[in-house]
């Protein structure tokens, strides 16, 4: 389960390591790691040479289509590019 906050300008230590929160800004992390993510979940399904292929495809059209959404669209609800992966 992902939640996405602003800030922890109002969590406690406490709460943070309860919870085992994490906070990395959207910018540091980027979209990158959800692929790779899904990338290791699909290494027992999908035979190597064809999982390369489409994760470079994923890669290209995502980062293409990311350029266009910030270039040419208008958000009613400003989104980070993780979130539109």
């Known amino acids: ?9 109002v969590a406690s230590p ?7 929160m994490v906070y990395l800004e959207p910018v540091q992390l980027g ?6 993510s899904w990338k290791e979940r699909m290494e027992e399904e999908i035979p190597e040479p ?6 470079g495809n994923v890669r290209a059209v995502c ?4 350029k266009v959404i910030r270039k040419k669209c208008k958000e009613v609800v400003p989104s ?5 992966i």
Do not use: Y
Request: charged fraction near 20%.
């Open 63 to 66: 980062q293409s289509l990311l």
């Open 80 to 84: 980070v590019d993780a979130n539109l």
């Open 14 to 20: 406490a709460t943070v390591s309860r919870c085992g």
């Open 31 to 36: 979209w990158e790691p959800l692929v790779d």
């Open 50 to 55: 064809h999982l390369s292929t489409l994760v």
């Open 1 to 9: 389960m992902m939640f996405e906050v602003q800030d922890l300008r």
